[in-house]
């Protein structure tokens, strides 16, 4: 059984297991406060264009999202998110627990469009009633989001003016950012995350680490106290030179968008197999992640062989699915894949 139903199936990269055995015996001080953690901060800084943003790493993506979001918002606020978004459908209710709601909007590209915040917003402060409302204080986006899209430049330069108009924050949710970076289309770079959001995060989880994200903040008011957040909410891990060593090595000359850059160009070549085949496709995916849409018989061949995930019914005979590539997806699983593709 080959597996394709996600990214994080296998470990990590040769190299992270190389020096976390070559560093297994070092003391470290805790709580990410060493040496390694700095010199991976001092990479993500170079990578941003900016040395007066703060790093933090967390474990994971759920973790990073419910933490960012309780140190930017008041009791009373809520965030804006598509309502494929995953804080919006796939963190068990993680972002409502901590005490703000997720305020799910409409997408049929899984992307939020800057006149969506303009409407949703003037809707709010228009209703003399918006004082029994959750307010709107914070846009969440996924990069790519949850159906592999990607935000243009343009995009996210729209919506970061619909932020400052209507004084919202702006967080990207970077899990796959690696895969985002990677794709042949893409325009947008870490450092435009850094000039146009207030925090985003650069994944590691699902892009070559055994676990970890890059928390990066550049509004000011979020730096203040998260170390204190990070710990409340039971992210802050003890042995946080893991962490950084793993980022460190990621982020060393060009590999992180490198080893996603093979996940992006495996995952095309399944998307053109299934093309030849005569397959559609619920939307068209630049990333590693795509959804052909299948009927019974073939998603039941095909099921004997491989893991794949069942995205959505697009009709009383088809299904969209998704076949998902990684770092670690080689060019002779593909090969096979691609035969029984031809087969169906």
């Known amino acids: 059984m080959l597996r394709f139903e996600c990214d994080y199936t296998e470990g990590c990269i040769p190299e992270i297991l190389e020096a976390i055995s070559k560093e297994n015996h070092t003391q470290y001080p805790g709580y990410s406060t060493d040496a390694i953690c700095d010199r991976a901060r001092a990479k993500v800084k170079a990578l941003c264009g900016r040395q007066d943003v703060d790093v933090h790493f967390l474990t994971g993506g759920t973790q990073a999202n419910a933490t960012v979001i309780t140190a930017a918002l008041r009791p009373h606020q809520g965030i804006l998110a598509a309502q494929t978004g995953h804080i919006s459908c ?10 703000h709601k997720v305020l799910a909007l409409p997408s049929d590209t899984g992307r939020l469009s800057a006149s969506q915040i303009e409407a949703f917003c003037a809707a709010h402060w228009n209703d003399e009633t918006h004082e029994h409302q959750v307010q709107p204080a914070m846009v969440y986006l ?187 997806t080689t060019d002779a699983q593909v090969d096979q894949l691609i035969r029984d593709i031809e087969s169906l």
């Open 90 to 99: 796939h963190e068990t209710g993680a972002i409502e627990a901590t005490g």
């Open 142 to 328: 996924s990069h790519p989001a949850e159906n592999g899209t990607l935000y243009t430049l343009e995009e996210l330069t729209a919506i970061r003016a619909a932020c400052d108009r209507w004084n919202l924050l702006l967080f990207v949710d970077g899990a796959r950012l690696g895969y985002g970076l990677a794709a042949p289309v893409n325009d947008v770079s870490v450092a435009d995350l850094a000039r146009l959001t207030d925090v985003f995060y650069i994944g590691g989880t699902k892009v070559g680490a055994l676990f970890g994200e890059a928390v990066v903040l550049c509004h000011p008011a979020l730096k203040q106290d998260f170390r204190y957040l990070i710990k409340r909410q039971g992210g802050m891990l003890a042995k946080g030179w893991l962490l950084g060593l793993q980022f460190d090595v990621l982020l060393e000359d060009g590999r992180y968008v490198a080893i996603a850059r093979r996940a992006v160009e495996q995952a095309l070549r399944i998307r053109d197999a299934f093309r030849r085949k005569g397959c559609r496709f619920l939307i068209e995916s630049w990333t590693n992640q795509q959804f052909p849409i299948l009927d019974r018989e073939q998603m039941q061949k095909l099921a004997g062989n491989y893991a794949y995930s069942v995205w959505e019914p697009v009709d009383a005979d088809h299904t969209a699915v998704r076949f998902c590539t990684s770092w670690a």
